[in-house]
C-alpha cells in the first residue's frame, strides 16, 4: 500500500481530533472551494476524478450530483447512509470512529457541489458510539465555522444532523430510507426520482460515508491523483476492503481499488487459517455470488467483478473453507434477508420464506431431489420483485446451485449434512446449521 487515504489516522480504539484532522490539511479543500470553485466546477472535479459510489451500486458520483437541475426546488438535502446491515461488512462503522471530521468535510462539499442546504447522516441503531462520536464532531465543525451560516464566510449555509435509523436491513435502500426518516413505513418507492422529489419532496442526494470521505481529499489533491492510487484501468483510489471467516486477520483494510482478491487474503488477512485451504467467497457481501477458485486471482473491482457474472457490492468478502457446508451458509444468509424484507410484494414476502424452508429441510436431511429445480425456479421468480432486494437475496443461492449443485444433491442423497458440525464466521454474524 503506497499511500492511505481513508485510514492514514487510524488507531484502533482512538478518534481522530479536529486539530490532528487539520494538521493532515483538514478543511483545507472545504476553505478553497469555497473560495475558488462554483458549483458547477466541484461537480466537474468529482466527475473527472472517476469517484463511484462505495455502498454497493457503484453509480459515478458527479454524475449523481449533476442530476440535481440548476433552477431545482430549495431546501435541498445531502443524506449520508451510514446504515451498513450488509452481514459481513464493517467498514463505515471503522471509518466514523476513526475520522468523523472526513465525513463532515465530504458533506459539506457534496451540499456545496448541488446547493444543498440540511445534511442528514443515518446511522443504523447499534453504531450508538459512532452517532454520538459524530454528534460531538458536527457541533465541534459548528463551533469553528465549518457548519451553520455563512461558512468560512463565503455565504454558503449548510448544518448537519445524525438521525438514528429503527433497524432494519431495508432502510439502507435509499427511497425507504427517506421514507424512514420522514417517519413513514420504510419501502422501497420507485415512483420517484430521489434528485428531484426525495426528502419532503425536495432534491435529495444519497451517498456512502466511503463515498463522501474521498471528497475532501479529491478537491485538495486532483482526480489524477486520485486515479493514480488504483490498480489497472478504470479504477479511482482506494477501497476499504472487510474480510472475515477462515482467515488468519479478520478486519477491514484499505487497498488500492483493484487489489487482486489473492493479495487480500494472503496479505492483508495473513492467508487461511491453519488447516484451511480457500473454497469459495462472497467477494461483496451477503447479496452477492459465490467466487471460486476459478477466480481466486481476480482484481477487487466494479468492472473485473461483473465481467465474470458478480458484483463488488459494499467490498466485503466472506471466506469460506473446505469444511464449510454452503448449503447451510446459505440458509442462515436466507433466514437473514426473509426476516429483513419489508415484506410489499409478493415474489419477496413468499418468495423468500419459502426459499429458506426448502433450504432448511435440505440441511435436515429432508430434502427431496425435486427441491432443486423448485429453488432454481424461486431465484428466478425474484428477479420479478419491485426492488432489487429480493434479487440481491436469491443471488447467493442461485450461485449455490450454479457452483455447488453437486454439494446440494449430496445432502439430499445421504439425508444428511455430510459435513456434521456447526461453524461460524467470526466478525459476519452467520453462523451455519449443520447437524449430524
Same mark, same amino acid.
Not at 475558488?36 to 466537474?44: N, T
Not at 456545496?112 to 454520538?132: C, D, H, L, N, W
Not at 485538495?220 to 490498480?231: I, V
Not at 481466486?296 to 473446505?322: C, E, P, W
Given at each position: ?61 458527479? @454524475? ?13 438535502? /445531502? ?23 472526513? /465525513? ?17 447522516? =443515518? ?34 449555509? =449548510? ?25 413513514? @413505513? ?78 487480500? /487474503? ?35 473491482? =466494479? ?35 426473509? @426476516? ?8 419477496? @414476502? ?79 454474524? /452467520? ?6
Amino acid at each position: 500500500m503506497s499511500e492511505y487515504v481513508l485510514l492514514q489516522d487510524y488507531h484502533p480504539g482512538r478518534t481522530t481530533s479536529l486539530e490532528k484532522y487539520r494538521r493532515r490539511g483538514g478543511y483545507e479543500g472545504l476553505a478553497e472551494a469555497l473560495r475558488k470553485w462554483s458549483s458547477a466546477e466541484l461537480r466537474q472535479v468529482i466527475t473527472d476524478s472517476g469517484l463511484r459510489g462505495c455502498g454497493g451500486a457503484g453509480f459515478p458520483t458527479g @454524475r449523481k450530483w449533476e442530476g440535481i437541475r440548476q433552477d431545482a426546488p430549495l431546501p435541498r438535502y /445531502i443524506l449520508a447512509n451510514a446504515d451498513e446491515m450488509e452481514p459481513g461488512t464493517f467498514k463505515d462503522r471503522l471509518l466514523i470512529h476513526a475520522s468523523p471530521h472526513m /465525513i463532515i468535510e465530504g458533506m459539506i462539499l457534496a451540499g456545496y457541489a448541488v446547493s444543498a442546504q440540511k445534511g442528514i447522516m =443515518f446511522i443504523r441503531p447499534s453504531y450508538e458510539t459512532q452517532a454520538r462520536i459524530m454528534e460531538k464532531a458536527v457541533e465541534e465543525a459548528r463551533q469553528e465555522g465549518y457548519l451553520g451560516t455563512h461558512i468560512l464566510g463565503s455565504g454558503f449555509d =449548510f448544518d448537519i444532523k445524525i438521525h438514528r435509523s429503527g433497524g432494519r436491513y431495508i432502510c439502507g435502500e435509499a427511497s425507504a430510507q427517506i421514507k424512514a426518516i420522514q417517519g413513514m @413505513r420504510p419501502r422501497p418507492d420507485k415512483t420517484f426520482h430521489m434528485v428531484q422529489h426525495g426528502l419532503w419532496g425536495k432534491p435529495t442526494i444519497v451517498n456512502n460515508v466511503e463515498t463522501l470521505a474521498f471528497v475532501p481529499h479529491i478537491v485538495r489533491k486532483g482526480g489524477a491523483w486520485f486515479q493514480s492510487l488504483a490498480e489497472g484501468e478504470n479504477n479511482g483510489g482506494t477501497k476499504l476492503y472487510c474480510i472475515s471467516g477462515k482467515v488468519r486477520r479478520p478486519g477491514c483494510y484499505e487497498a488500492p481499488m483493484g487489489t487482486r482478491l489473492s493479495e487480500i /487474503i494472503e496479505e492483508l488477512a495473513g492467508g487461511m487459517l491453519p488447516g484451511c485451504t480457500f473454497k469459495a467467497c462472497l467477494p461483496g457481501g451477503a447479496s452477492s455470488s459465490f467466487m471460486t477458485r476459478e477466480h481466486y486471482h481476480i482484481a477487487m473491482d =466494479f468492472d473485473s467483478l461483473k465481467a465474470v457474472g458478480n458484483r463488488m457490492g459494499t467490498g466485503a468478502i466472506i471466506v469460506f473453507d473446505q469444511n464449510t457446508c454452503l448449503v447451510g451458509a446459505t440458509l442462515n444468509l436466507i433466514e437473514y434477508f426473509a @426476516r429483513e424484507s419489508c415484506g410489499f410484494c409478493t415474489p419477496c @414476502r413468499e418468495g423468500l420464506p419459502f426459499t429458506r424452508d426448502l433450504l432448511r429441510r435440505i440441511e435436515a436431511g429432508e430434502g427431496e431431489e425435486s427441491f432443486i429445480p423448485l429453488l432454481k425456479d424461486m431465484c428466478h421468480f425474484m428477479t420479478h420483485a419491485y426492488c432489487a432486494f429480493a434479487q440481491g437475496a436469491a443471488t447467493p443461492v442461485h450461485a449455490l446451485l450454479t457452483f455447488f449443485e453437486e454439494e446440494v444433491r449430496e445432502h439430499v442423497r445421504r439425508k444428511k449434512c455430510p459435513y456434521g458440525t456447526t461453524h461460524r464466521w467470526p466478525g459476519t454474524g /452467520i453462523e451455519d446449521s449443520c447437524r449430524n
